[in-house]
């Protein structure tokens, strides 16, 4: 069955991708970004979508990126996923965990089009997720969190055993940041034919959250 990615360039959504590069039935054609009406970041992750652009590169996977506001999100996201369905393509791939009101508008909206939602790390402990995203060899830093919750020091910090001791250390943090919390870049691991190369650049203060510029490396 050929696939597309739901694409944020963050852990979850690479997990989701490695794992289903791992079923012999699906074949990943895709990756689908949603990005700001400007075209310049991730409507997600606030990440840059030239970033994006070359994660898919070193992956050789095509990225298909949509702009969009948050009022006309469902409307873009259906209308691009319905040109995937012309194409034959029958299945979506996404990386909720376990908010059920995700789930729902991912069936809701796949049922809507007629392609058939997979979900393969539904209901999975955080823990796990993360020993096994680290035990894959993804490599990931944080470049968003919540200022309320983490500081800009968490910013550019690795996805590894340290960065989980840290976490659990705090009170009310889900581990793998699924209230929002903090959002991650995967720059390699399995799913990439070699590292994507940036340089950390600025820490910034917006709306409550701290956001890490990347740069591309030259």
């Known amino acids: ?5 739901c694409w944020s360039g963050g852990k979850e959504s690479s997990l989701s991708l490695y794992k289903a590069t791992q079923n012999p ?8 970004n949603m990005i700001s ?10 990440v840059s979508s030239n970033l994006l652009k070359v994660q898919a590169e070193v992956m050789g996977i ?16 259906k209308r691009v996923i319905s040109d995937f369905k012309k194409e034959g393509i029958q299945v979506g791939v996404f990386g909720d965990i376990d908010l059920q ?3 729902d508008w991912v069936e809701r909206v796949c ?4 392609i058939k939602p997979i979900l393969p790390l539904w209901k999975r402990k955080r823990k796990e997720l993360l020993e096994e995203f680290i035990q894959a060899s993804f490599k990931a830093i944080v470049v968003a969190t919540q200022a309320d919750f983490l500081g800009k020091e968490w910013l550019g910090r690795q996805i590894n055993e340290e960065f989980v001791r840290g976490l659990k250390a705090l009170v009310d943090i889900d581990l793998c940041g699924e209230n929002g919390e903090y959002h991650t870049f ?3 691991g399995p799913i990439f034919k ?9 820490k910034i203060l917006e709306n409550k959250h701290w956001f890490l510029k990347l740069k591309l490396y030259y």
């Open 194 to 202: 070699k590292p994507v190369e940036f340089i950390m650049d600025k």
């Open 186 to 188: 995967v720059y390699g």
């Open 62 to 77: 095509p990225i298909i990126q949509r702009r969009t506001t948050w009022e006309i999100y469902e409307e873009e996201f």
């Open 1 to 5: 069955m050929k696939a597309f990615v």
């Open 25 to 32: 039935d699906v074949e990943v054609v895709y990756l689908l």
């Open 101 to 103: 009101e995700h789930r």
């Open 37 to 46: 009406e400007d075209g310049k970041r991730s409507r997600s992750h606030g």
């Open 111 to 114: 049922k809507e089009v007629g």
